[in-house]
C-alpha cells in the first residue's frame, strides 16, 4: 500500500478521563430512557447505560492501583 494513499488517523488529545466520559454518556442515556415510553428504544438506552457503567467500573480497576507488588528485584 503507498504511503500516500493510506488513510490518515485522526489524533485528539481527550481533555476529559475515559470514565468520566463514559459515565456522562450513562446519565445522558439513562434521561433519554426516562423520557421515553416502555418498548425497545427505552431498553436499548437502559442496555447501553449498564454497558457504559461497567466499562467505567473495569477501566477504574485498571488504570487504579496495583495490589500486588512487582516481582521484579
Request: no cysteine.
Given at each position: 500500500m503507498d504511503p500516500e494513499n493510506r488513510k490518515r488517523r485522526r489524533r485528539v488529545k481527550q481533555t476529559v478521563p475515559l470514565g468520566e466520559?463514559?459515565?456522562?454518556?450513562?446519565?445522558?442515556a439513562r434521561d433519554a430512557a426516562k423520557?421515553?415510553?416502555?418498548?425497545?428504544?427505552?431498553?436499548?438506552?437502559?442496555?447501553?447505560?449498564?454497558e457504559a457503567e461497567a466499562i467505567a467500573q473495569l477501566e477504574a480497576f485498571l488504570t487504579?492501583?496495583?495490589?500486588?507488588?512487582?516481582?521484579?528485584p
Open positions: 466520559r463514559l459515565l456522562q454518556t450513562a446519565h445522558a423520557q421515553s415510553p416502555p418498548g425497545m428504544d427505552q431498553a436499548e438506552l437502559l442496555r447501553r447505560v449498564h487504579g492501583p496495583t495490589r500486588y507488588p512487582s516481582r521484579r
